[in-house]
């Protein structure tokens, strides 16, 4: 019961985690924005999302590494889940050193005060998110492969 939980937990924070990220991607891609619209919507968007995806991200590793750990027995779950952590920190890693420092610029600015390569870190900061969610993506996989193979070894 308490692996069932935990796998129920590790899947929805992961889906939670990505989806939002996936999200982000297919709808909000600034390439095409004026300055002001993307000034706007991106320091509302880290304002409004940025203590969920740190919490959604810490979340999805700790309880990636509890399972792992609890099913360390089955060899192939078990390293699918650490590498699953892997990548949820490795996004943390991507985001601390390469979102974070353009967003602490970027929600300095106003839309009379842009820096002259304002496009050039919006599109630095646009290829890290790809970058991120990619890899949430790749962690969400993960945990739902280790999921069904755990599933389809017990109908087996």
Not at 75 to 92: D, N, T
Request: charged residues 10%.
């Amino acid at each position: 019961m308490v692996i069932a939980l935990i796998r129920f937990f590790n899947i929805i924070f992961a889906a939670l985690l990505a989806g939002t990220s996936f999200g982000i991607w297919l709808g909000f891609n600034p390439t095409n924005y004026s300055a002001s619209t993307y000034v706007e919507q991106q320091q509302n968007l880290v304002r409004s999302v940025n203590t969920l995806m740190i919490a959604l991200v810490v979340i999805a590793t700790v309880i990636t590494l509890i399972s792992a750990f609890l099913q360390r027995k089955s060899k192939s779950v078990f390293v699918a889940l650490l590498l699953a952590a892997g990548f949820f920190i490795s996004c943390m890693v991507i985001t601390r050193f390469g979102n974070v420092p353009i967003q602490t610029e970027m929600l300095k600015w106003t839309t009379v005060s842009l820096p002259e390569n304002w496009a050039m870190l919006r599109d630095k900061w646009w290829s890290f998110h790809i970058m991120r969610t990619i890899v949430e993506l790749i962690a969400l996989v993960l945990v739902t492969w280790t999921i069904v193979q755990n599933k389809t070894q017990l109908t087996k």
